[in-house]
Protein backbone atom coordinates (compact mmCIF):
# COMPACT_ATOMS: atom_id res chain seq x y z
CA UNK A 1 0.00 0.00 0.00
CA UNK A 2 0.74 3.73 -0.65
CA UNK A 3 -0.02 6.14 2.10
CA UNK A 4 -2.39 7.87 -0.28
CA UNK A 5 -4.47 4.62 0.38
CA UNK A 6 -4.88 5.02 4.01
CA UNK A 7 -8.05 7.21 5.29
CA UNK A 8 -8.03 9.08 8.32
CA UNK A 9 -10.82 10.53 11.05
CA UNK A 10 -10.87 14.26 11.70
CA UNK A 11 -11.67 15.44 14.84
CA UNK A 12 -15.18 14.80 14.51
CA UNK A 13 -15.10 11.26 12.97
CA UNK A 14 -15.00 12.10 9.54
CA UNK A 15 -12.89 10.82 6.88
CA UNK A 16 -9.82 12.18 5.64
CA UNK A 17 -8.61 10.20 2.91
CA UNK A 18 -4.87 11.06 2.66
CA UNK A 19 -5.27 10.79 -1.29
CA UNK A 20 -6.01 14.48 -1.05
CA UNK A 21 -2.80 15.47 0.24
CA UNK A 22 -1.31 14.29 -3.07
CA UNK A 23 1.30 17.00 -4.51
CA UNK A 24 1.78 18.30 -0.83
CA UNK A 25 4.50 17.48 2.01
CA UNK A 26 3.03 16.17 5.00
CA UNK A 27 4.54 16.97 8.56
CA UNK A 28 2.58 13.59 10.51
CA UNK A 29 3.03 14.14 14.42
CA UNK A 30 1.43 12.59 17.00
CA UNK A 31 0.75 15.40 20.03
CA UNK A 32 -0.09 15.55 23.80
CA UNK A 33 -1.53 18.22 25.67
CA UNK A 34 0.17 17.84 28.75
CA UNK A 35 3.94 16.55 27.73
CA UNK A 36 6.97 18.24 28.66
CA UNK A 37 7.24 18.61 24.76
CA UNK A 38 4.25 20.26 24.36
CA UNK A 39 5.80 23.46 23.58
CA UNK A 40 6.83 21.96 20.52
CA UNK A 41 3.54 23.55 18.94
CA UNK A 42 4.75 26.74 18.65
CA UNK A 43 7.39 25.61 16.52
CA UNK A 44 5.14 23.44 14.13
CA UNK A 45 2.45 26.31 13.78
CA UNK A 46 5.55 28.32 13.11
CA UNK A 47 6.54 25.92 10.20
CA UNK A 48 2.90 25.56 9.38
CA UNK A 49 2.44 29.54 8.84
CA UNK A 50 6.09 29.67 7.03
CA UNK A 51 5.67 26.25 4.59
CA UNK A 52 1.86 25.99 4.18
CA UNK A 53 1.06 28.45 1.25
CA UNK A 54 4.29 26.44 -0.36
CA UNK A 55 2.31 23.03 0.48
CA UNK A 56 3.36 21.82 3.34
CA UNK A 57 0.16 19.97 5.72
CA UNK A 58 0.68 19.16 9.48
CA UNK A 59 -1.42 16.38 10.31
CA UNK A 60 -1.36 16.34 14.02
CA UNK A 61 -2.10 13.35 15.78
CA UNK A 62 -3.46 13.64 19.95
CA UNK A 63 -2.46 10.50 21.54
CA UNK A 64 -2.94 9.35 24.85
CA UNK A 65 -0.82 6.15 24.76
CA UNK A 66 2.78 8.24 26.28
CA UNK A 67 2.03 9.01 30.20
CA UNK A 68 -1.70 9.49 30.02
CA UNK A 69 -0.77 13.00 28.83
CA UNK A 70 -3.46 13.88 26.34
CA UNK A 71 -6.57 12.53 28.46
CA UNK A 72 -8.74 15.11 27.01
CA UNK A 73 -11.18 14.67 24.00
CA UNK A 74 -10.48 15.62 20.59
CA UNK A 75 -12.63 18.96 20.95
CA UNK A 76 -10.79 20.26 24.30
CA UNK A 77 -7.71 19.49 22.40
CA UNK A 78 -8.07 21.04 19.58
CA UNK A 79 -9.47 24.39 21.84
CA UNK A 80 -6.00 23.90 24.27
CA UNK A 81 -3.81 24.05 20.71
CA UNK A 82 -5.92 27.28 19.55
CA UNK A 83 -5.93 28.73 22.57
CA UNK A 84 -2.26 28.39 24.35
CA UNK A 85 -0.27 27.84 21.32
CA UNK A 86 -2.85 29.95 18.67
CA UNK A 87 -2.31 27.17 16.25
CA UNK A 88 -3.99 27.20 12.87
CA UNK A 89 -3.65 24.07 11.47
CA UNK A 90 -6.17 21.32 12.40
CA UNK A 91 -6.20 18.51 14.80
CA UNK A 92 -7.19 15.45 13.43
CA UNK A 93 -8.66 12.24 16.03
CA UNK A 94 -7.17 10.81 19.11
CA UNK A 95 -5.29 7.36 17.74
CA UNK A 96 -3.09 5.14 19.18
CA UNK A 97 0.45 4.72 17.49
CA UNK A 98 1.74 1.56 18.47
CA UNK A 99 0.05 -1.99 19.70
CA UNK A 100 -3.04 -3.71 18.84
CA UNK A 101 -5.23 -0.73 18.26
CA UNK A 102 -2.73 1.62 16.28
CA UNK A 103 -4.18 3.35 13.34
CA UNK A 104 -2.98 1.33 9.74
CA UNK A 105 -1.29 4.56 8.66
CA UNK A 106 1.10 4.15 11.78
CA UNK A 107 1.70 0.96 10.64
CA UNK A 108 3.02 1.86 7.67
CA UNK A 109 4.81 5.11 8.70
CA UNK A 110 6.89 3.12 11.01
CA UNK A 111 7.53 0.19 8.43
CA UNK A 112 9.12 2.95 6.44
CA UNK A 113 11.20 4.91 8.84
CA UNK A 114 12.44 3.09 12.06
CA UNK A 115 13.90 4.46 14.80
CA UNK A 116 16.03 7.22 14.45
CA UNK A 117 17.69 7.94 17.55
CA UNK A 118 16.85 10.68 19.83
CA UNK A 119 18.91 14.14 19.89
CA UNK A 120 19.75 17.17 21.47
CA UNK A 121 20.03 17.82 25.22
CA UNK A 122 17.48 15.59 26.00
CA UNK A 123 18.49 12.26 24.35
CA UNK A 124 19.91 11.15 27.37
CA UNK A 125 17.23 11.38 29.26
CA UNK A 126 14.44 9.94 26.66
CA UNK A 127 16.80 7.02 26.55
CA UNK A 128 17.03 6.18 30.34
CA UNK A 129 13.21 6.74 30.66
CA UNK A 130 12.44 4.74 27.30
CA UNK A 131 14.64 2.04 28.62
CA UNK A 132 12.36 1.57 31.50
CA UNK A 133 9.63 0.08 29.24
CA UNK A 134 11.50 -0.88 26.21
CA UNK A 135 14.80 -1.93 27.22
CA UNK A 136 15.01 -2.60 22.88
CA UNK A 137 13.72 0.40 21.82
CA UNK A 138 16.56 1.30 19.63
CA UNK A 139 16.19 -2.15 17.59
CA UNK A 140 12.55 -1.50 16.75
CA UNK A 141 10.27 0.64 15.27
CA UNK A 142 7.70 1.83 17.89
CA UNK A 143 6.66 5.14 18.49
CA UNK A 144 8.82 5.85 21.78
CA UNK A 145 6.73 9.20 22.55
CA UNK A 146 4.79 11.95 22.03
CA UNK A 147 5.96 14.24 19.15
CA UNK A 148 7.34 11.96 16.88
CA UNK A 149 7.56 13.36 13.62
CA UNK A 150 7.36 12.05 10.17
CA UNK A 151 7.84 13.89 6.76
CA UNK A 152 6.22 13.04 3.88
CA UNK A 153 7.34 14.43 0.56
CA UNK A 154 4.87 15.22 -2.73
CA UNK A 155 5.31 11.85 -4.30
CA UNK A 156 3.91 10.33 -0.99
CA UNK A 157 7.68 9.05 0.06
CA UNK A 158 8.04 8.80 3.75
CA UNK A 159 11.25 10.93 3.96
CA UNK A 160 12.20 11.11 7.43
CA UNK A 161 11.19 10.63 11.20
CA UNK A 162 12.33 12.45 13.60
CA UNK A 163 11.92 11.12 17.30
CA UNK A 164 10.46 13.90 20.29
CA UNK A 165 13.32 15.42 21.16
CA UNK A 166 14.04 16.79 17.52
CA UNK A 167 12.64 20.37 17.62
CA UNK A 168 10.61 21.38 14.87
CA UNK A 169 12.84 24.62 14.30
CA UNK A 170 15.45 21.68 13.38
CA UNK A 171 13.39 19.83 10.48
CA UNK A 172 12.64 23.12 8.73
CA UNK A 173 15.28 22.39 6.30
CA UNK A 174 14.20 18.93 5.68
CA UNK A 175 10.44 20.20 4.34
CA UNK A 176 11.73 23.06 2.69
CA UNK A 177 14.15 20.74 0.67
CA UNK A 178 11.10 18.65 -0.23
CA UNK A 179 8.88 21.95 -1.10
Request: proline share 4%.
Amino acid sequence: MAIYDYTVKDRNGNDVPLSQYKGKVMLIVNTATGCGFTPQYEGLENLWKKFHDRGLEILDFPCNQFGNQAPENDEEIHSFCQMKYNTSFDNLKKIEVNGPDEIPLYTFLKSQKGFAGFTGENAAFMEKHVAQFDPDFKNNAEIKWNFTKFIVDRNGTVAARFESTTEPSEIEACIESLL
